[in-house]
């Protein structure tokens, strides 16, 4: 069974960074997309990062240039750099792993780490 569970969340002021961690286990790591998505109260679910099997990178245009994603095979982990917060980041952002096919929806979702940008 995959798990997937996310660290790192917190409190920052709006300018401020944080780097979220997603440990993964149960499956072949490095054969799988993964993504971070976020879900802010009373809005829907988005996509905010993407990274491939191979390494390549897609982000929202809301955190374009602000944020990035990275993994690392060797310790099963991806990472989310969030840099230049602001309040409107505020969410509970969930790790997920993809299957087979990239394009469908995520198979695997971790339990979310909330992260609030405050003043």
């Known amino acids: 069974q995959v798990q997937l569970v996310e660290s790192g969340g917190g409190l920052v002021q709006p300018g401020g960074s944080l780097t979220l961690s997603c440990a993964a286990s149960?499956?072949?790591?490095?054969?799988?997309?993964m993504a971070w998505y976020r879900q802010a109260p009373g809005k829907q679910r988005e996509l905010v990062a993407r990274?491939?099997?191979?390494?390549?990178?897609n982000y929202a245009d809301s955190v374009k240039s602000r944020f990035t994603i990275s993994r690392d095979n060797a310790k099963n982990t991806v990472y989310l750099q969030m840099n230049s917060l602001k309040p409107e980041d505020t969410a509970v952002y969930y790790c997920?792993?993809?299957?087979?096919?990239?394009?469908?929806?995520?198979?695997?979702w971790g339990q979310g780490t909330q992260v609030t940008v405050s003043s």
């Open positions: 149960g499956s072949i790591f490095r054969r799988y997309a």
């Open positions: 990274i491939s099997s191979g390494g390549s990178t």
């Open positions: 997920t792993q993809f299957g087979d096919s990239s394009r469908a929806p995520p198979s695997y």
